[in-house]
């Protein structure tokens, strides 16, 4: 499993999490898959890779009891997830199998908005199924409202040679999946390859 970069979890200091948690959920479910900043593996390789994952997305997704099965199906939406993402940035038609997918893990644990009263009105949403079905469709609802808002179109590779993250580009502007990471190696890297020039052409000049 690669090393996991970026903002530290709370009560967890030996582990650092993705710099791409905080993208829509369907794009950090994607790139847990993809080379980070020049380091390739899958966030997903293991039961504890996933619990770390949830951990590290506990405000958007409920924590749940991670199982061998549960990582194959996550890992299976994944795949589906990202047919979709990739259809829609470029307004492809979407696969009739990735959608049905998505559809059934939806199906399978609807929502319901729930009243109560928290000095004030408060309403909730809740969720019928297993913990494991609540996870899946709470991942396949965070699918559909991406691929229905603007933001589908709006995705974006990072712009590093060694790093494939995607990101929703809501700057026109954005390059990189992380300004203070890629965007660093990148402006070094040019950095020291145009010195080392400068040094091997001075080098020349002086035989
Ligand atoms: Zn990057």
């Given at each position: ?102 559809n059934e893990l939806l199906r ?100």
């Amino acid at each position: 499993m690669r090393a996991l970069v970026g903002v530290p979890l709370p009560n967890m200091p030996a582990r650092i999490v993705s710099p791409l948690i905080g993208e829509p959920l369907p794009l950090d479910l994607v790139n847990t898959a993809r080379s980070a900043a020049g380091e390739a593996g899958d966030v997903l390789a293991s039961v504890g890779g996933l619990e770390e994952w949830l951990l590290a997305e506990a405000d958007r997704l409920p924590v749940v009891t991670v199982t061998a099965r549960t990582l194959d199906r996550v890992r299976a939406l994944r795949g589906h997830v990202q047919t979709l993402v990739d259809a829609a940035r470029f307004g492809d038609r979407l696969p009739a199998d990735a959608m049905q997918a998505v559809n059934e893990l939806l199906r399978a644990a609807p929502s319901f908005p729930q009243l109560s009263w928290d000095d004030g009105v408060r309403v909730d949403t809740a969720r019928i199924g297993s913990p494991e079905a609540q996870l899946l469709a709470a991942l396949a609802e965070a699918t559909v409202e991406f691929l229905a808002s603007p933001l589908a179109v709006l995705v974006r590779e990072c712009a590093a040679a060694d790093c494939t993250l995607l990101f929703a580009a809501t700057h026109a502007r954005r390059r990189w999946c992380s300004a203070s990471i890629c965007g660093n190696r990148t402006r070094v890297g040019r950095y020291y390859a145009r010195h080392r020039l400068n040094d091997a052409v001075g080098f020349s000049r002086q035989d």
